[in-house]
């Protein structure tokens, strides 16, 4: 498995050009269930678990394709032939059960493996469920599948979400799209990429009002037909490359940034002392003084402080001059960066969902394990500040969630390199 070394040391200079978000793409891509035309997604990022999404969708019989820049991905579900997502894939990405929704609205029917435990948390999915049992959809679990069936189709309802699950959410907008008559999504999640989804079921035809806000109204048509659409952009990455600068120093500005997208974590960033200025073509980002200052943060639903960004934040902490609370609300078990990052010389306490950090001048470059997605990136952006080197081992999940981290990286100056293993 491939290794990211990274050298201490280097301030950064340049622009960091943003991709289009995960989190959209692997929403967007089965709305190619939902009708018989072509679906068109361009600004895709490149990623592993975009080609986990394409080789379950490929399992039910769509066709995917991409173009040379592999940013522009078009899938057509003319010919889809099966219902039965497996558990070999659905166990690699949770974002696998997005397709439950759709092809239970499109078919009537669809088994589902349910996607098993989860390195930041149990994820369970009784919200989904209980979602779409609300529209008439009956569900039993077997053998770790979810086996779903319609009698006669979805049907709009009031669907109250018990919590504002960003995937149930997804799941109910998708399959409500098809349903007869009128469902309404009550204390749904209001992300940027629930925006984005309801963007593109517009594009096809749907019927849908309040996204964006905690209810989203949505009228059921009889079909949707193709559309072109461009993924937004990539607020987790963004807010990643947005800390480099800030750790390791110097300025960089991230294109196709807006701060919409990241108001909440701008507005941390403004209280430890870093300005981020909004500029024609995106976010420039540098820090006034020496040291970050140490700030509080706690993790919520959008628009509040983003979990995903959490890992990272804590990463930037460890420099900061003072001691900061940092409260994770959305994920049980999700400071597994923090052992890591003390292997550096952070000074770091948890208990339970709350680490206490305090800021240290320096960190020491160390061996360090990432242990998922955002956590690695953290391990990374730690190891930009830190004395000596830093060696990344087991990448595996960045490369789920980061395109080309290192050359991103090491155009403004950082001195990295991926290190190939077996
Ligand atoms: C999505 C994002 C993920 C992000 C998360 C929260 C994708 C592909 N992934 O994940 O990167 O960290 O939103 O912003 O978009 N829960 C239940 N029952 C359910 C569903 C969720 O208890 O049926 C719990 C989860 O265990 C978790 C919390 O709700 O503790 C948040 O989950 P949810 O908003 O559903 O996140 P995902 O859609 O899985």
Known sequence: MDSILVKGGSALSGEIEIAGAKNAALTLMPVTLLSDEPLTLTNSPRLSDIKTMSALLKSLGTEVSSMQDGKTIVLSSHGLNSTHADYEIVRKMRASNLVLGPLLAREGHATVSLPGGCAIGARPMD???????????????????????????????????????????????????????????????????????????????????????????????????????RVVTDRIELGTYMLAPVIAGGEVECLGGKLELVQSFVEKLDASGVSVEETARGLKVKLNGDRPKAVDVVTEVFPGFPTDLQAQMMAMLCFADGTSVLEEKIFENRFMHAPELMRMGAKIDVHGGTATVTGVETLKGAPVMATDLRASVSLILAGLAAEGETLVNRVYHLDRGYERVEEKLGAVGAKIERIKGE
């Open 127 to 229: 919200i989904h469920i209980t979602a779409l049992e609300a529209m008439g959809a009956e569900i039993e679990l077997k053998d770790g599948y979810l086996h779903a069936k319609t009698n006669g189709g979805l049907k709009g309802n009031l669907v109250p979400l018990r919590f504002a699950s960003v995937g149930a959410t997804e799941n109910v907008l998708m399959a409500a799209t098809l349903a007869k008559g009128t469902t309404v999504i009550e204390n749904a999640a209001r992300e940027p990429e629930i925006v984005d989804l309801a963007r593109c079921l517009k594009a096809m035809g749907a019927q849908i009002e309040g996204e964006g806000t905690s209810r989203i109204e949505i009228q059921g048509v009889d079909r949707l037909h193709g559309a072109t659409h």
